[in-house]
């Protein structure tokens, strides 16, 4: 072979090897872009809730070819105030709480000029809080549980039965127990407990960190809880809220009640569900308000830590009536589907289901609806209610008086200290 001929073959394959590499390079620019062109999210969804939502985030990663990170898990409070502190936050949280969204206001992205023009006004006021007080919008409830509720079973109780069983000791089904968070059943009974006998403006003023915990009316609150546990405490305080209302199933049910959200239904087995039915917790509570109609409820709500075209987008998404009621369409592997404060998003995305249609309008009365409290609450007090819970509940023959006075210390300190405000309102 000749020296050309060799040249012209070295030349060749010098070119056709910078062909390649060329080629490899501009692939992996657009790989490179394709990375960079995500989003990070973390959540406490878990299991079958995790799957659902990887479900829907799958289907925002096929129209708009944005891929999402997700990380679900149970002690959500502290790995987020972790990554915080570490300087690196994902780029959308979905918070248990709206006193979440009161502590990290100053690092939230103000969703007023993020989400779709129109898309907040699908939204009532309870489920888009403005934790600075100034009608800025810094987190939308994405996702809603109703509580003020009693579940029992249909087929072995009429509903005219359930308030004499209300009062009979030791028929009501009750778990303190909940990881990280274990409490936090009791400061859902002792709230609903007061926003039915107290209605809607003492509770407010309560949940906003106006009315002191030594109030009578609050006082009065703890003790009507604890006379309904005089001999079930124990059994209260040593079982997972997750176990706590299957007992209503048993073939000898040691009880017949149990006050939790709506979300509880999921962890009922599927050959149960059908029998899993609610009344308003109203009508069975001592000393309430029969007539009340307001309602406490829960939320899930997305907030913005880190603002880029991607994580606007899936901010944009989440927020939708459209996804949400994709989110919905699919129902989990336990076959219960979410629900929603969205007011676009229809009541039959829960097809052939009377008591979920139930909640899914209840949702929708605004008007009537006030937010957990101890969610709304600075995380210092809502960590002490839930301890108190525990502690009154461990002793609940003694008068709650010295728990109350810790209580009101602790708000006291909040109230007169800097950094962790209250929210405005919780009642819509």
């Not at 300087?87 to 000029?113: C, E, K, W």
């Not at 002792?190 to 609050?218: M, S």
């Not at 502690?391 to 200290?417: C, E, F, H």
Request: charged letters at 20%.
């Amino acid at each position: 072979m000749s020296a050309a001929h060799r040249s012209r073959n070295v030349t060749a394959a010098v070119l056709g090897l910078w062909l390649v590499v060329l080629s490899a390079v501009g692939a992996g620019d657009m790989r490179g872009r394709q990375s960079n062109a995500s989003v990070t999210v973390l959540a406490s969804w878990t299991g079958q809730e995790a799957a659902a939502f990887h479900a829907l985030l799958d289907r925002f990663t096929a129209r708009y070819g944005i891929r999402v990170d997700y990380q679900g898990t149970t002690a959500l409070r502290e790995v987020l105030s972790s990554e915080v502190k570490a300087g690196t936050p994902p780029d959308i949280a979905v918070l248990p709480s709206p006193g979440d969204l009161a502590a990290y206001a100053d690092m939230l992205t103000q969703l007023d000029t993020v989400l779709s023009p129109g898309r907040l006004d699908a939204y009532g006021p309870l489920w888009k809080p403005a934790p600075r007080g100034d009608g800025a919008v810094y987190g939308i409830a994405i996702k809603a549980d109703l509580k003020s509720i009693v579940w029992y079973d249909k087929d072995r109780h009429q509903e005219r039965e359930l308030p004499a069983l209300a009062t009979r000791g030791g028929q009501w089904c009750a778990g303190m127990g909940g990881d990280a968070t274990s409490g936090w059943p009791g400061t859902d009974w002792i709230e609903d407990i007061l926003l039915q006998q107290q209605g809607k403006a003492v509770y407010q003023a309560w949940a906003t960190g106006g009315l002191p915990w030594t109030d009578p009316r609050v006082k009065r609150a703890w003790e009507t809880w604890g006379s309904l546990f005089t001999s079930t405490a124990r059994t209260a305080l040593l079982t997972d809220f997750r176990d706590a209302g299957k007992k209503l199933f048993a073939p000898n049910p040691p009880c017949a009640l149990e006050h939790q959200g709506s979300f509880i239904r999921g962890a009922y087995d599927a050959s149960h569900r059908p029998r899993a039915s609610f009344v308003f917790s109203a009508g069975l509570f001592p000393q309430a308000d029969r007539r009340s109609t307001a309602r406490e409820v829960s939320g899930d709500f997305a907030a913005m830590f880190r603002k880029t075209p991607q994580s606007e987008q899936l901010m944009d998404f989440l927020a939708s009536a459209k996804a949400q009621t994709a989110w919905a369409a699919k129902p989990t592997g336990n076959g219960t589907r979410p629900f929603f404060a969205n007011n676009e998003v229809p009541v039959g995305v829960q097809p052939d289901d009377g008591v979920a249609r139930r909640i899914a309008r209840t949702l929708k009365d605004s008007g009537s609806l006030c937010l957990d409290a101890s969610d709304a609450m600075p995380t210092r007090m809502r960590l002490a209610f839930q301890r108190a819970a525990l502690a009154y509940l461990s002793d609940v023959g003694k008068k709650p008086d010295r728990l109350l006075t810790s209580l009101d210390k602790v708000r006291t300190s909040i109230r007169q200290g800097p950094g962790q405000a209250w929210l405005s309102t919780v009642c819509g």
